[in-house]
C-alpha cells in the first residue's frame, strides 16, 4: 500500500511540473511574419516648451489590408498599445513611450480631492517577456481571439524630432 501511494505521489509531482513548463510557452514568438511589413522606425521628440514632454515613438507600416489587428509593442524594455492611423497607401501602426525628460512635474496637494485628482498616477514598472536588442521590437497581434507575438528585427532610428518653442513676447 505504501508503494502505491509513492508512485502516485511522484506521478502528480511529474504531471504538476509539466504543467507549469507549458506555462512558459505562452508568450512564444512566431517564426513566420502575419502581415508584408514596410519600414519599420523610430523617433525621439521633445516639445519646444518647458514641461511641453518627450519621448519615443515607433512607427510600424503594415502594406496591405488584413483581418491581423496589431494591439501593442515591446520596445526598449518598455511596451505601449499600438494605434492605427490609416493613410492611402499604407496601415501604419504607431506606439508612444514617454520619457521622464521634459515633463511638468508639479504635484498639487490640496484638502480638496477633486483638485488633487489631475495628479499622475506613480508609473507601475511591468517586467518584460522579452530579451531584446535596442534595434528589435515584438508586436502582439490578435488572429481571431487568439494573441501572437512577432520579434521584428532592425527597426530604425531616425533623427529626433524637436518641435519649436513658443514665440517670445
Not at 23 to 40: D, H, I, N, R
Not at 122 to 147: A, Q
Request: overall charge negative; some cysteine.
Amino acid at each position: 500500500m505504501n508503494l502505491i501511494k509513492q508512485i502516485l505521489s511522484i506521478t502528480l509531482t511529474l504531471i504538476l511540473l509539466l504543467s507549469f513548463t507549458n506555462c512558459s510557452t505562452a508568450q512564444k514568438l512566431q517564426k513566420e511574419a502575419p502581415v508584408q511589413f514596410g519600414e519599420v522606425y523610430c523617433e525621439n521628440w521633445s516639445a519646444g516648451v518647458q514641461g511641453g514632454g518627450s519621448g519615443l515613438n515607433i512607427f510600424i507600416t503594415v502594406k496591405e489590408e488584413t483581418n491581423i489587428i496589431l494591439d501593442s509593442v515591446y520596445f526598449r524594455g518598455k511596451s505601449a498599445k499600438l494605434q492605427l492611423n490609416i493613410t492611402s497607401d499604407n496601415y501604419d501602426y504607431i506606439g508612444n513611450f514617454k520619457t521622464d525628460i521634459n515633463q511638468s512635474k508639479d504635484i498639487i496637494l490640496s484638502s480638496d480631492r477633486n483638485e488633487e485628482y489631475i495628479n499622475n498616477m506613480p508609473k507601475h514598472i511591468t517586467e518584460m517577456p522579452f530579451e531584446l536588442k535596442d534595434n528589435e521590437c515584438v508586436v502582439s497581434y490578435f488572429k481571431g481571439t487568439e494573441v501572437f507575438y512577432y520579434k521584428i528585427s532592425k527597426v530604425i532610428q531616425r533623427e529626433p524630432l524637436h518641435y519649436p518653442s513658443s514665440p517670445r513676447n
